[in-house]
């Protein structure tokens, strides 16, 4: 069976600072890596999927990275802002379009 | 992107009534959506796998009969939260796959008084 774990469970960093979350998995036999958000009281927003074949992806200040063989996930997140406050999730699927498991998440306050 | 509309965002009901929370794919057909629920402070626990046009798969320990699920189209899916009682208040959101990875709603916040 599959498990996710998160670390740490929460950070807590002053503005502009760079910053990298961990995700890692017992099975490396996933499909995908996707990294989420989640704002208090709302639903989930992807941020960065990872395709088992690839070693890294960007969008804006955030970059994720997969090294399936170790069963990590690292998501990097540059020059914080307080905006980036949220629990940040990571989730693999055990097959294609199958169901997701979650790590516990990482919960970021970016301090002003 | 792809968007999953999901409502009420918000819902209060007394104990003994029935609650029904739609999920919409809005721009893509969705053959599987996923329902979760969330407690405070924690992770997403799958209740439920929803296929169209076929039963729903609940995980070990959810109460099918409960957690009425029907998914008729390829663009919707609901969960209906029988003879509610306060111990379902919880905070309930669906999802659903695409290429591009899983789309997730924006999430049910059901209290039961």
């Known amino acids: 069976k599959q498990e996710v774990t998160q670390i740490p469970a929460a950070l807590s960093v002053p503005e502009g600072e760079n910053l990298v979350l961990n995700c890692s998995f017992t099975d490396s036999a996933i499909y995908n890596l996707q990294w989420f958000r989640q704002d208090p009281g709302k639903g989930l927003t992807s941020l960065l999927l990872i395709q088992s074949s690839q070693r890294e992806q960007t969008s804006g200040r955030l970059n994720a990275s997969l090294d399936k063989s170790s069963g990590r996930s690292t998501l990097y997140i540059a020059a914080s802002q307080p905006g980036d406050s949220a629990t940040y999730l990571c989730?693999?699927?055990?097959?294609?379009?199958?169901?997701?498991?979650f790590g516990e998440g990482t919960q970021l306050t970016v301090n002003p | 992107g792809a968007v999953v509309s999901q409502h009420p965002s918000w819902v209060i009901c007394k104990s003994g009534t029935s609650v029904k929370i739609e999920c919409r794919s809005l721009d893509f057909q969705a053959t599987t959506m996923f329902w979760y629920r969330q407690f405070p402070k924690q992770s997403l626990m799958l209740m439920a796998t929803s296929n169209e046009g076929s039963k729903a798969t609940y995980e070990q320990g959810v109460e099918k009969d409960k957690f009425l699920i029907n998914h008729a189209s390829l663009t919707l899916s609901t969960l209906t939260v029988t003879s509610a009682h306060p111990e379902d208040s919880s905070f309930y959101i669906c999802?659903?796959?695409?290429?591009?990875?899983?789309?997730f709603g924006s999430g049910t916040r059901l209290t039961v008084v």
């Open positions: 999802s659903a796959r695409r290429q591009e990875g899983y789309t």
């Open positions: 989730a693999v699927p055990e097959t294609s379009g199958s169901r997701l498991t």
